[in-house]
T-cell receptor, first 109, second 117 residues
Framework: GEDVEQSLFLSVREGDSSVINCTYTDSSSTYLYWYKQEPGAGLQLLTY?????DMKQDQRLTVLLNKKDKHLSLRIADTQTGDSAIYFC?????????FGQGTELSVKP | DTEVTQTPKHLVMGMTNKKSLKCEQH?????MYWYKQKAKKPPELMFVYSYEKLSINESVPSRFSPECPNSSLLNLHLHALQPEDSALYLCASSQVGGWGRSRRELFFGEGSRLTVL
């Protein structure tokens, strides 16, 4: 089947904004998710968006959803070195949580 | 307590060994999951248990055998594995509910890193 697509790498300077993009496949997913995985750790839910919304803001995080294009993005404002991690978007086709390929965010001081 | 605890953290086994991975949660979650993750890749769903019954098996080879002895515990029994099975095995738990009706947050453990020689 089709893969949920993400750019593999993103490098930013501390204090800049980061934008991580995702193209998902399942138009019936009611919720779409962003998970964060730090080195050597499991995954942690970062934020989510309900499919009838086009934007959600949660402190430094802004999620944008374009259902027509099946495009999801995560913006991290004032990116810090502690934000360095792999970020996965995820959709929920048929009762399963399916992850995108992951974007490795590197934050340089 | 929002933790999912996995043991062991690291496991090295030969292709003829039998071993088990264990997962425990005390959040009252009735859905539990096994995912497999290769380096720099996304987690891939293996099994889902709902109310202690296997509800999803993603065509996983029979050398992986899951078990859910009670609502807090999930095991993954390993036998006759191949070197390509070396990976990080992640356990997760969540509330049960239709994906279409509710937001279902998965809580992940830190994983068991398996090396098959």
């Amino acid at each position: 089947g089709e893969d949920v697509e993400q750019s593999l790498f993103l490098s930013v300077r501390e204090g800049d904004s980061s934008v991580i993009n995702c193209t998902y496949t399942d138009s019936s997913s009611t919720y779409l998710y962003w998970y964060k995985q730090e080195p050597g750790a499991g995954l942690q839910l970062l934020t989510y968006i309900f499919s009838n919304m086009d934007m959600k803001q949660d402190q430094r995080l802004t999620v944008l959803l374009n259902k027509k294009d099946k495009h999801l993005s995560l913006r991290i404002a004032d990116t810090q070195t502690g934000d360095s991690a792999i970020y996965f978007c995820a959709e929920t086709p048929g009762g399963k949580l399916i992850f995108g390929q992951g974007t490795e965010l590197s934050v340089k001081p | 307590d929002t933790e999912v605890t996995q043991t062991p953290k690291h496991l090295v086994m030969g292709m003829t060994n039998k071993k088990s991975l264990k997962c425990e949660q005390h959040m009252g979650h009735r859905a539990m999951y096994w995912y497999k993750q290769k380096a720099k890749k996304p987690p891939e769903l293996m099994f889902v248990y709902s109310y202690e019954k296997l509800s999803i098996n993603e065509s996983v080879p029979s050398r992986f055998s899951p078990e859910c002895p009670n609502s807090s515990l999930l095991n993954l029994h390993l036998h006759a594995l191949q070197p390509e099975d070396s990976a990080l095995y992640l356990c997760a738990s969540s509330q049960v509910g239709g994906w279409g009706r509710s937001r279902r947050e998965l809580f992940f453990g830190e994983g068991s890193r398996l090396t098959v020689l």
